[in-house]
């Protein structure tokens, strides 16, 4: 199975927050754009949605930006990626007209391995995900930015 842009986009915005809970700058969504090399207003659509189901928090003004809602061990992947993909099954017999759906053991199949993708998924949270080399990635990237901005803010 493979995921959409949409919720690759979510998982890494979430990923990003989770590993800097800086107040200022706030986390922008130029910053994680840029950083990941995502068009800004699909991201803006990824981040509205985190938003609507309580994961970020957007804050606005002058020093707004983005930030976790609540603790990563708390933001469950399966969850999300559920949210995120909006579709409960593999396949659709339905949308295709197949002829077969009325027997097929395809469908009973995939159906199947998608509830055991998801178990599997249940048992990770953000916190998880973002330990070990994903954590030191991010960190650097983090400071990446921070070196940018930083030297940016101080020549007038």
């Known amino acids: ?4 842009q949409y919720s690759d986009i979510g998982l890494r915005l979430l990923m990003y927050l989770a590993n800097e809970r800086r107040e200022a700058p ?21 981040a509205g949605k985190l938003v ?3 994961w970020i928090e957007a804050i606005r003004g002058r020093s707004g930006g983005l930030r976790l809602a609540i603790e990563p061990s ?7 990626l559920r949210v995120l993909e909006g579709h409960t099954e593999v396949i659709n017999c339905e949308k295709l007209q ?6 097929c053991e395809l469908k009973i199949a995939l159906a199947n391995a998608y509830v055991a993708f ?11 995900v973002t330990n070990g080399l994903a954590a030191t990635e991010i960190v650097k990237m983090h400071k990446g930015f921070m070196q940018i901005y ?7």
Do not use: W
């Open 98 to 103: 197949c002829k077969l759906k009325a027997g």
């Open 74 to 80: 708390n933001i469950n992947i399966g969850q999300v």
């Open 150 to 156: 930083l030297d940016s803010s101080t020549v007038h």
């Open 52 to 54: 609507k189901y309580s």
């Open 26 to 46: 706030a986390i922008t969504l130029a910053e994680v754009s840029n950083q990941f090399n995502i068009p800004r207003n699909h991201l803006a659509k990824v």
């Open 118 to 128: 998801f178990n599997v998924l249940d048992q990770h949270t953000l916190a998880d």
């Open 1 to 4: 199975m493979q995921l959409t």
